[in-house]
């Protein structure tokens, strides 16, 4: 199979490059997960791809050939509709509290998958500090489901979860630069579409195409400004929380702008044994859950079916989970 009319089409530069159909964009992704684009002709398209900007038909189909190559999970039998964290881009300056959110969701009977990676590129993951909370990454999607029916909670390394998207996001440490698959794991449901994702945005331009996507594969999600990347609001500063359903998008809370009169109570420092010590004394409640984590935790709770409307998901939050009032937009 020859690749060049696809470089053809989208490596004019950002002026000269015409946008792929979604069919094709499936095709050729499918492809690259595969393994079946030659390494030159495969660089060519990433290039591509990150100077033209992804459309939204592309990320359509380059995300529908990745859920085709995604380890489905069930949904455990009885319960609320699962949760699904994806956690890529880990702590840098601040520490990474997707642990945090995990459990507290846990803690509800929610049952709660975090995907991720194991390397950290000098970030703190997600891995490194569920494995100082005693929580081990799943070796297989087989593995996962037992866990997840067992314990309700279950952290999937990419690796396990899908192999080629995996392999696309590890060319980074060849290339240089990020690639499509960077964008597209923060959407990856290994529910097929029957749990609440949500989907973390790196800067402004991509939660539009975020909630584009959502809109269009018909998803269930809560979409927001991830804190360096990470699924959990900024616990300094409330980001905007939009809950995805049915083909609408409802904001549950606006984002904060003001200075805030006192910082919360935070972890001394990003590594992971600080920040794991942190969240069991949040959790044991000895010091309190920073607000816009449980403005979050109340939007999942209502999002996942758990409480049968928002105001009593932020009741539920405000008595049960933090002694913390909730409310306020």
Excluded at 290 to 319: H, M, R, T, W
């Amino acid at each position: 199979m020859s690749y060049g009319q696809y470089i053809k089409e989208i490596g004019r530069g950002a002026e000269g490059a015409r946008d792929l159909s979604q069919e094709t964009a499936q095709q050729l992704y499918a492809a690259m997960l595969d393994g079946g684009v030659p390494d030159l002709e495969l660089g060519a398209i990433l290039i591509g791809l990150r100077v033209k900007g992804e459309s939204l038909d592309e990320m359509l189909g380059f995300l529908a050939a990745a859920a085709e190559r995604t380890h489905r999970l069930d949904l455990p039998h009885g319960r609320v509709r699962p949760v699904v964290l994806p956690s890529y881009n880990g702590g840098r300056k601040e520490a990474n509290l997707t642990p945090l959110l995990a459990l507290l969701l846990q803690r509800f009977g929610i049952p709660v998958v975090v995907h991720g990676l194991l390397e950290g590129f000098g970030r703190i993951t997600s891995g490194l500090i569920f494995r100082e909370l005693g929580v081990m990454p799943m070796t297989s999607s087989t593995q996962a489901q037992a866990t997840l029916a067992e314990k309700g909670l279950a952290f999937v390394p990419l690796s396990a979860l899908c192999p080629g998207i995996h392999n696309l996001l590890a060319l980074r440490s060849r290339m240089g630069v990020r690639n499509s698959a960077h964008s597209l794991v923060k959407l990856l449901n290994p529910f097929h579409g029957e749990a609440v994702l949500v989907a973390p945005a790196t800067h402004p331009d991509f939660i539009e195409l975020m909630r584009n996507i959502l809109v269009a594969r018909g998803e269930v999600g809560l979409l927001l400004r991830g804190t360096e990347g990470e699924p959990f609001a900024n616990p300094k500063r409330r980001p905007r929380l939009e809950y995805v359903h049915d083909g609408v998008v409802d904001p549950l809370f606006e984002a904060e702008h003001e200075s805030l009169r006192a910082l919360p109570n935070l972890p001394e420092s990003n590594d992971a044994a600080t920040t794991a010590k942190w969240i069991r004394r949040v959790l044991d409640k000895q010091i309190p859950l920073p607000k816009p984590i449980a403005n979050q935790l109340a939007c999942l709770l209502f999002a996942s079916g758990y409480a049968e409307d928002f105001n009593q998901a932020k009741a539920i939050v405000a008595v049960e989970a933090t002694g913390l009032a909730t409310g306020g937009n």
